[in-house]
């Protein structure tokens, strides 16, 4: 087992090595150094295609895996093509009058020519369609979910056909489950109302875990560190939380019992400010540790490179193999933690009144 987690990781690191020594950003050439921070940006970024590396063949660069995704944007109506049809960037897509083309991850009207009009500080400020696309992030939560669906589906089975035990895969999913419900909602939430919320801890909790998982993948997919996800997930649990909670949530959030009225006036503000504080704290988080993760193990492969010798080579090998270790337990300590806070948030909203005398 020790050997093959051993090759398994040498292969990742490999695998990202040849990433960033292939997978120059397009339009920018400089140092290596550059190129690498390029390569770490564009692989945090979401994009609309899909690839699993690239290589220099001549001038000419080609992709290995190569998979356009779909674009769908509303201007003045639905407008509905491959990504494939942009060519990295390099072609104008035009459809009735109206002219398309991708620039740094990002879709924008232009002419037949492809112009792009920048501003004083070079941002381009040609106008954009809304973006409704399928994009590689989503599609990675997609395949989670169903990866989801059929894994419990089948461990809900095996529970049906065995008289409540688990067999094949679910053996192993099944001591986790227990755990989110044994140490983590009934402990924050209680045992009275725990069950209310064991579908959302479940599904959150598997969720993020399978997208960190992912992201420590050669595919370049970086989910749970674009903040816009993290942002989507807190909001459930904000929602969750203040639609599901009783009167006496409430009263301590605007008139807290057993304290003078004048404190109360000027708690209250605060109480309420900490509602939203609570799911931002969620959000951060997250995102700020899966974004980190990814960077500091992209700069550590872009190092072998840039010391280009036997001993900075492979000692940067080596801190990266350790680093990915350390980004395994990461990943599941992130989703354990998310679910952890929103039980616990669960767990104030629902919280019995207790009489102050006793």
């Known amino acids: 087992m020790k050997r093959a987690l051993l090759v398994f990781f040498t292969l990742l690191l490999a695998t990202h090595a040849f990433a960033v020594s292939n997978d120059k950003a397009p339009e920018k050439k400089g140092s290596l150094k550059d190129e690498i921070k390029a390569y770490i940006q564009h692989h945090l970024k979401d994009s609309h295609d899909f690839y699993l590396g690239s290589y220099k063949d001549g001038d000419k660069k080609k992709y290995i895996g190569y998979i356009g995704l779909p674009v769908i944007l509303w201007d003045n109506g639905l407008v509905l093509f491959s990504s494939a049809k942009f060519k990295h960037g390099k072609a104008v897509v035009s459809k009735g009058s109206s002219h398309y083309k991708l620039y740094h991850g990002k879709i924008y009207k232009t002419d037949a020519a492809g112009t792009v ?22 599609m990675t939560m997609l395949f989670t979910a169903l990866l989801m669906f059929f894994l419990f589906r089948s461990l809900a089975q095996s529970y049906a056909k065995n008289g409540g035990v688990a067999a094949g895969i679910g053996r192993f999913f099944e001591p986790i489950i227990l755990y989110v419900r044994d140490d983590i909602a009934i402990p924050n939430i209680g045992e009275k109302h725990h069950g209310r919320y064991m579908s959302f801890l479940l599904t959150v909790f598997f969720f993020i875990w399978f997208l960190n998982l992912l992201g420590l993948t050669p595919l370049g997919i970086n989910v749970t560190g674009n903040i816009a996800i993290t942002f989507g997930l807190a909001l459930l649990t904000f929602l969750l939380t203040n639609l599901t909670a009783n009167k006496n949530y409430w009263a301590h959030i605007f008139w807290m019992p057993g304290v003078p009225i004048p404190m109360k006036i000027l708690l209250m503000p605060i109480e309420l400010l900490g509602v939203i504080i609570k799911p931002f704290s969620l959000l951060i988080r997250l995102y700020a540790n899966m974004q980190a993760g990814h960077i500091v193990l992209m700069s550590l492969i872009g190092l072998m490179f840039i010391f280009n010798n036997w001993l900075g080579s492979s000692l940067s090998f080596l801190l990266a193999f350790a680093i990915s270790l350390i980004e395994l337990l990461v990943a599941a300590l992130q989703a354990y933690i998310f679910t952890m806070l929103s039980a616990l948030y669960f767990g104030f909203a629902v919280e019995e009144h207790h009489d102050e005398a006793h």
């Open 117 to 138: 009009n920048y501003d004083d500080a070079h941002h381009a400020v040609n106008e954009k369609p809304l973006d409704l696309s399928m994009t590689k992030s989503v």
